[in-house]
C-alpha cells in the first residue's frame, strides 16, 4: 500500500466535504470554497471527521494515483483552513516591487516597468524587498510565485534577481584579469 495514500485525512472543524458523481470533492472552509474532479477510479469516503482513499487494484498506474488524490485532497483541507503563502525577495541595486490595488509593479533593470496583475483568488503583498504571494489553492499560489520569480532569475555571480525566501543561489567565481 502506499504509505501516504492510506494515511486517512483529518476534517477539522468548520470544514464542510461534498463528494459528487465522478469524484467532484468540494471543500468549503473559513477562508473559502475549492473544487477539483479527481481520478474517477480511486474510491473517497467520508466517514466521520476524516477522509480515506482506497485504489480498486494493484496496478502501477493505481498506484501512482493513490498517493496523488490524498494529497490533493489534503492540499485542499489544509488550503481553505490555514491558507498557503510563498514569500520572494528581490536583491539588486535599483530594483524593487511596488503594489497599487491589484496591479504589482517590479523594476528590475529592463527599460520598463514590469507589471503583473493579481490572479483570481491569489493576493501579493509587498513588504520592502519582500514579496509575499497568498491563497488557498496551493497550486496557484506556487504558479503566481514562479511567475514572478520568472521575471529576472538570481543570477550565480551577484545574486540579483528574485529568489525564493528559502532559496540559496549557488554562487560563481568571477572573471580575474591578467598579470
Known sequence: MSRIGRMPIA????????IAENNKITVKG???TLERVLPSEMEIAVEGAEITVKRPNDLKKMKSLHGLTRTLI???????????????EVNGVGYRAAKQGKKLTLNLGYSHPVEMTDPDGIETVVDGNN???KGIDKEKVGQCAAEIRDKRRPEPYKGKGIKYADETIRRKVGKTGKK
Open 30 to 32: 473559513p477562508k473559502g
Open 74 to 88: 489534503n492540499n485542499m483541507v489544509v488550503g481553505v483552513t490555514n491558507g498557503y503563502e510563498k514569500t520572494l
Open 131 to 133: 514579496i509575499t504571494v
Open 11 to 18: 476534517i477539522p472543524a468548520g470544514v464542510n466535504v461534498d
